[in-house]
């Protein structure tokens, strides 16, 4: 302090110099601790109250204005304040006056530049130097490429890129020329340098096009002056040398955010379905206006990095701000009232009927119920009997340690989980029969205007139209997917029958807990708003997983980087475009036959989702998904099939109205294929595949009114290349690995052939009809009673519940897979499995949102509405499922049965593990900082039991992911709805990975 204070009025030269070449030597060494100190003690105020007193002086004295100019410099960019305080000293013209007066002395400029760098970097301070003249004066100094003065060049570039992250200063710019001048500069100093020892300079020119591109009135004028072009020209020089990484980046970025905004390719970005509401309930989302292809930027501000908040589902990031914690002790602790008039919960009896079972079947047991018992030791059961820990499994392929895998990926003991051949062909039979000459005229008929009528871009896939009584239903159905697609003669196909029966044998039901017959029957039955006649054939067929583990995708260095020029290459080289669309839900006639050597696409089934395939280059393709029903929002989930295909050729897929901001598709994650002819060789497998995976923001921008009112809503590309692996094959992609609700309803009926009657008490019933007319089913999973002995009955009878619910986010297929996992485990023999069902009642909703699954949806159900947003006030209307959900905990609670635990199944599209979320008043409010008296808040921490045992036991699960805040933006949702409403304190939302774990067993690298 005392070192610096004097410095302020010392007259003399020697104390000066002796005071600056200490402080110097202070600030030259160590961290930047010492420069902070020397800010807080007032340093940078006695240094510019110094400079006033040396620029007094005429003519200045440059043996101290020089290391005075350096110290500024040096101690002006870590002070954060140092532009204010220039301008509270009113040195902003001294050092212009300054840097005017050093024009033709290089040495003393470059210093002026530095300390006027250090002040521009504040905006209000850089707009003032602006308005005097600094750009003026800067443009004098950065000249042509030259050999001579390239430090203070160097300097003066810096400077200016300082001065334009002023807008005003940046109009001033477009206005006065300079950034036509800036590009003549750029190519000067890019097309001399052959040699690359001026990076720095090129670098520094192209920051100043990235600052004064800012501004629209910037970008229109970069695009007018050939920006583009000569951007894109250079970056191709640059490419080969990876020191020239920094000037691609920056002139990469200024393409991007100078590549005038479209809207998508679309008529409109609603849905193309609709759905009309029970009620006065409006379908239609806000209209949008005719605009131009290309848009104008809703503000000035689109050109800068912006930072858009993800709205997943019970996302929790770590960036979140605490202001959206709940901090009002009253609130958290309330409980609301009931939202329905209480006698209307007594209907919910009628789901609990085991309360109230006699169980008189136990009084007796034939010998038909002593040989099904004895049968259903050999039928499908979980594909594996325990719940490894994080010692279990020490093999590195994350295969069980016993494992011997087969071709099929079927290890010896998991043939005896076959479903056999004769178990579902007796229920083929039954469907369709199996005796060809029973037909008589009419049926041959109606199956022959069938094939007529059939439509030629669909020649190949199953048609769910009313069934014959003949096995000649499922030949025309199936057959021209055995022989992928090529054989165009309905007539030719029905002369094979005899084919179709040796594929169905050789299928011989080898998928644990799948029948495609059953498959074919459930699906007969789903009503879809599109109307769907046509199953997916890896619904229809099964999967198996692959018999190895992969780890995830490593991307190689500008794989992104070049994606984004290829991109930028249809602006500047339009002539290399085809712009062909090959397919559009909203045009049928862009669904005939394909071009030659053009792709065929196709997504009406269940789950599907592409809406329009667009063809780029000759194997080249922009994807656009569909929006949610009765929505204009919401694309991310993508399932549809691909065929026409060549092998080992290169194909580049394009999505390119994706939402989310970032995706695990940046971090290794790679989509699922199915290849039909792999499946017919006897590899049923939904496989990771695609290479050159990148997930980035484009060009194209949302309507404010398409966009419920959100300004400029911006649209991301997920990039992806495949080579196929046969030629002509049919193959589906897909987000992740899909589970349709018929796929659920099939597994659950042969959940409920297979179990064992005398061990496990099974009952399906519907806990409502959904929106679109598809019962939403709710399972009661717990162990018979010993007997009927009064004691085993009541033990039955006072067993706690617990509340499972899974896929209210159709999007997200992956908690389906859990809860698939989770209900086969529970009807196992394994002992923890028995243990468990003796020990609670297991109430399950495997599917809220059949809709929405069925449709191809990613979030919402048919109204429109993401239901887990719903739970404080559902609709019986709107919102059935949600809405007797909450019912049926109502009466629980009602009847003094709360459930113990209540878990809702969901998928996290950018977290690793498996986790969960939780409710915490304690917890909530330590984390917003508020004071807790422990007096008034008391809380049980029995929350944290579970999320303790599952990390000691679930290798995948994570702990330390875990979150139990309560956040205002989740109170409607079922987590803390319940825990709120029905006291349930082990409420949780539990996430599983798309891709992967990050942490123990199953950890990849």
């Known amino acids: 302090k005392f070192g610096v204070f004097p410095f302020q009025n010392s007259c003399d030269k020697d104390v000066i110099l002796n005071i600056l070449s200490v402080l110097t030597d202070l600030l ?142 940046s109009r001033r710019a477009v206005n006065r020329g300079y950034l036509g001048e800036l590009l003549r500069l750029y190519q000067d100093w890019h097309r001399n ?47 080969s040398c990876k020191n020239l990484d920094p000037i691609v980046t920056t002139a990469t970025h200024i393409l991007r955010k100078c590549y005038p905004k479209e809207h998508l390719p679309v008529v409109t970005v609603r849905s193309s379905y609709s759905f009309p509401l029970p009620g006065n309930a409006s379908t239609e989302p806000p209209c949008e206006g005719s605009e131009g292809k290309w848009l104008k930027s809703d503000s000035e501000s689109e050109g800068e990095e912006e930072a858009e908040k993800d709205q997943d589902n019970e996302d929790v990031e770590s960036k979140e701000e605490d202001c959206d914690l709940e901090t009002d002790v009253n609130e958290l602790r309330s409980r609301p009232v009931l939202d329905r008039p209480e006698q209307e919960l007594e209907k919910y009896e009628a789901l609990c009927a085991e309360l109230s079972q006699n169980f008189q079947e136990l009084e007796f047991e034939s010998k038909e119920k002593k040989s099904l018992e004895d049968r259903t030791e050999n039928l499908p059961s979980a594909p594996s009997h325990f719940i490894p820990s994080a010692t279990s499994v020490k093999h590195p392929n994350c295969r069980w340690r016993n494992q011997s895998v087969t071709e099929m990926g079927l290890d010896p003991g998991e043939q005896n989980f076959k479903v056999q051949l004769k178990s579902w062909r007796k229920t083929e039979e039954c469907l369709w029969g199996n005796n060809d000459e029973k037909r008589d005229v009419a049926e041959e008929a109606q199956d022959k205007d069938f094939c007529e009528e059939e439509d030629p871009a669909r020649s190949h896939v199953f048609a769910l139209c009313p069934l014959p009584k003949d096995s000649a239903w499922y030949k025309k159905m ?41 498959y074919a029957a459930r699906a007969r039955c789903v009503k879809s708003i599109p109307g769907y006649r046509e199953l997916a054939f890896p619904d229809f067929w099964g999967h198996q997983p692959p ?60 789950s599907g989702n592409l809406r329009k395939a667009i063809q780029v280059r000759e194997f080249e393709y922009d994807l656009i998904m569909n929006a949610d029903v009765n929505s204009n929002q919401h694309h991310q989930w993508f399932y549809f099939e691909v065929r026409d295909m060549k092998s080992a050729v290169p194909y580049r897929f394009n999505i390119i109205n ?14 699922v294929m199915y290849s039909v002819r792999e499946a017919l060789q006897g590899r049923p497998r939904w496989i990771r595949a695609g290479q050159e995976i990148c997930y980035y923001k484009n060009h194209y921008r949302c309507r404010a009114a ?109 908690s389906s897979w859990v809860m698939k996992g989770t209900l086969e485990f529970l009807v196992s023999s394994d002992p923890i499995a028995e243990l468990l069902r003796k020990c609670f009642i297991f109430k399950i909703v495997p599917m809220l949102n059949p809709d929405g699954v069925i449709n191809g949806n990613l979030r919402c159900s048919l109204s429109g509405d993401d239901l887990n947003r719903q739970w404080l006030t559902p609709s019986s209307q709107l919102h059935p499922t949600i809405y007797h959900a909450k019912g049926l905990l109502y009466y629980l609670r009602s009847i003094g049965r709360a459930p113990l635990v209540f878990c809702d199944y969901h998928g996290h599209s950018q977290k690793k593990n498996v986790f969960l979320y939780g409710c915490s008043i304690k917890e909530t409010l330590w984390q917003a900082g ?27 699960f994570v702990m330390n992911s875990c979150s139990f805040l309560v956040e205002k933006s989740r109170a409607s949702t079922a987590r803390v709805v319940v825990w709120k409403e029905m006291g349930v304190l082990r409420s949780y939302t539990m996430e599983s990975t798309y891709c992967s774990c990050s942490h123990g067993l199953y950890r990849v690298s």
Not at 97 to 122: F, I, K, M, P
Not at 487 to 516: C, M, T, W, Y
Not at 937 to 951: A, C, H, M, N, S
């Open 706 to 814: 398409a966009g419920g009112g959100v300004r400029g809503r911006f649209y991301y590309t997920l990039t992806f290349s495949i080579k196929f692996p046969h030629q002509d094959d049919v193959c589906y992609l897909a987000y992740h690995y899909p589970y349709t609700y018929s796929t659920m309803m099939s597994h659950l009926d042969i959940l409920e052939q297979n179990r064992n009657p005398k061990k496990i008490y099974w009952r399906q019933q519907t806990l409502c009809q959904t929106l679109g007319g598809n019962p939403c089913p709710l399972l009661t999973i717990t162990a018979m009673p010993e007997s009927k002995n009064t004691d085993d009955l009541e033990q039955f009878y006072s067993r706690p519940y617990v509340f499972l619910t899974a896929r209210v986010h159709p999007g997200e297929s992956n």
């Open 193 to 239: 340098d052959v040699s690359n020892n001026y990076i720095y300079i090129r670098r520094g020119l192209l920051l100043c096009l990235k600052y004064i591109t800012n501004i629209q009135l910037g970008r229109e004028t970069f695009l007018g002056s050939r920006g583009m072009e000569i951007l894109f020209t250079s970056v191709q020089d640059c490419l």
């Open 28 to 169: 030259s060494l160590g961290t930047g601790r010492r420069i902070h100190y020397v800010v807080s003690k007032g340093g940078s105020e006695a240094l510019l109250q110094a400079l006033a007193t040396v620029a007094q002086t005429e003519p200045p004295d440059h043996s101290i204005l020089l290391p005075l100019l350096r110290l500024l410099a040096r101690v002006g960019q870590r002070d954060r304040k140092f532009g204010l305080k220039v301008q509270k000293a009113e040195a902003t013209d001294i050092i212009l006056s300054l840097t005017r007066r050093d024009l033709g002395h290089h040495l003393h400029l470059t210093h002026c530049l530095w300390v006027l760098r250090v002040c521009a970097s504040n905006v209000t301070t850089g707009t003032m130097l602006g308005i005097n003249g600094a750009m003026e004066l800067l443009f004098k100094v950065i000249t042509p490429y030259s050999k001579r003065h390239v430090r203070t060049v160097r300097a003066a570039i810096g400077a200016l890129a300082a001065l334009l992250k002023s807008k005003s200063n």
């Open 478 to 518: 199936f057959y021209p997917h055995c022989e992928a697609s090529n054989n165009p003669n309905p007539e030719g196909r029905l002369e094979s029958s005899d084919i179709v029966r040796n594929l169905l044998e050789k299928h011989q039901g080898a998928i644990p807990f799948h029948s495609p017959c059953s």
């Open 930 to 956: 508020c004071m807790v008296d422990t007096a008034v808040v008391t809380e049980d921490v029995g929350y944290r039991t579970l999320p303790k045992i599952l990390d000691k036991v679930a290798p995948a």
């Open 547 to 606: 018999p190895y583990s992969k780890p995830v995708l490593e991307r190689k260095h500008g794989v992104q980087r070049d994606k984004v020029l290829d991109d930028i290459r249809r602006l500047i080289q339009p002539g290399d475009v085809i712009g062909r669309t090959v397919f559009d839900i909203d045009d049928p006639s862009c669904s005939s036959p394909a071009a030659p050597g053009c792709l065929t696409f196709f997504s009406k089934f269940e």
């Open 658 to 671: 994706c939402e989310k901001f970032n995706s695990q598709f940046n971090y290794g994650m790679q989509l």
